[in-house]
Structures are given as structure tokens and as C-alpha cells.
């Protein structure tokens, strides 16, 4: 059976892992973080790669597609399970293209869970995951505007890529984490995404 993803994308500080946990929790999804995937592979003794991912993630640019698309792969593989939710992926046009090139015909891909939020509440949800130790070298001011950037400038082409063939599925994640949480459900359910206890 082929894995099915769905993409979770939105700002930085949008809440995307918030809700994707809770998503996993009600709909036995396995929640692939791609960031997180990149900084465990940034901390593996002899990565090959972890040189390189430090040096992207701190200047707020974007780990070349192969290695992102590989690490998925694996994680994907290793759960033994075939629902899937990617989390800020692809960023990009060269992550879409890479996806497309490597993984189109290992996954099926839904839909894309769009969260979206202003730019103003999405820095001070960052800057106080900061300030509780959220332990992530990229929750500060300075890589929050380089991070916007490339967002802006990067991910909302990928968002409009995928709106064009109606596979966009938009919530807004301006409210507190059960509410936002209610208007994924409704996404789910209306795209037959059943409940699966774990």
C-alpha cells in the first residue's frame, strides 16, 4: 500500500507541531517533523551531513532537497505505518522538485494543511518558545526575520503551487490550540481521513 502524506505548512511559530500531535493522537498519523529530522541528523555522531544542516538552519536557509527527502524516507519506512504528516515541507521550489523527482511515486500525497497566521502573533509565540527553552537555535529575533523571509519569499509559491490544483485545505490558526485544533477536524473529516485509535 502506497503511504499517504499530508503536508503541514505555515509560518514559523504557526503551530504546526502543536496541532500535528494532536492530529497523530486522533487520527494514527505518524507526524514527521522535517526540521526535527534535520537536527537529529545535525546530532548524530558522524553524520555526514551535520556540518552542513548547522551551518543552513542557523542562517535561515534551506538543507538541500536529497538530504531532507532521504531522511523522510527512512523515517517513513522505519514507523512501518502508511499515514504520514510532513511538517514544513517542502519549503520550497527546489524541495517541491525534489519530492516530486524522488518521492511521487513512494507516497500519495492528500492534501496540504495550510495553517494561517499573522506574522505578529507568530514572532511572539517564537520569541517566548525561546524565552521557556524551547532549545531551538533559531528562535530568536534575528533568525525570525530571515526565517519570515524565506518563508514569504519561498514557501507561499509552494502553498499557490498546490492551491491551483485544489489541494490546499486552509485553517486559521490565530486561536488558542483546541479551537484551531476543531477546524482541522472538519478538514479531516470532510476529506474521509477516518479517526484510527492507535
Known amino acids: 500500500m502506497v503511504p499517504e502524506v499530508v503536508f503541514v505548512l505555515g509560518a514559523p511559530g504557526a503551530g504546526k507541531g502543536t496541532q500535528c500531535s494532536l492530529i497523530s493522537d486522533e487520527f494514527g498519523f505518524v507526524h514527521l517533523s522535517a526540521g526535527d529530522l534535520l537536527r537529529e541528523e545535525r546530532q548524530r555522531p558522524g553524520s555526514e551531513f551535520g556540518e552542513m544542516?548547522?551551518?543552513?538552519?542557523?542562517?535561515?536557509?534551506?538543507?538541500?532537497?536529497e538530504v531532507t527527502c532521504s531522511l523522510l524516507h527512512k523515517a517513513m519506512q522505519k514507523s512501518g505505518k502508511t499515514r504520514f504528516l510532513i511538517d514544513g515541507f517542502p519549503r520550497n521550489k527546489d524541495n517541491l522538485d525534489g519530492w516530486e523527482r524522488v518521492m511521487s511515486d513512494k507516497a500519495k500525497l492528500v492534501f496540504v494543511l495550510f495553517f494561517e497566521c499573522s506574522r505578529d502573533k507568530c514572532t511572539e509565540r517564537c520569541l517566548s518558545r525561546g524565552a521557556a527553552g524551547s532549545g531551538r537555535s533559531d528562535d530568536n529575533l534575528e533568525s525570525l526575520q530571515k526565517r519570515f523571509s524565506t518563508y514569504l519569499n519561498d514557501t507561499m509559491p509552494i502553498i499557490n503551487h498546490y492551491d491551483q490544483q485544489g489541494l490546499v485545505r486552509r485553517v486559521s490558526a490565530e486561536h488558542s490550540p483546541e479551537a484551531v485544533f476543531q477546524s482541522v477536524k472538519e478538514v479531516f473529516g470532510k476529506s474521509g481521513l477516518e479517526r484510527i485509535a492507535n
Open 53 to 65: 544542516i548547522e551551518e543552513k538552519i542557523c542562517n535561515g536557509q534551506i538543507v538541500p532537497v
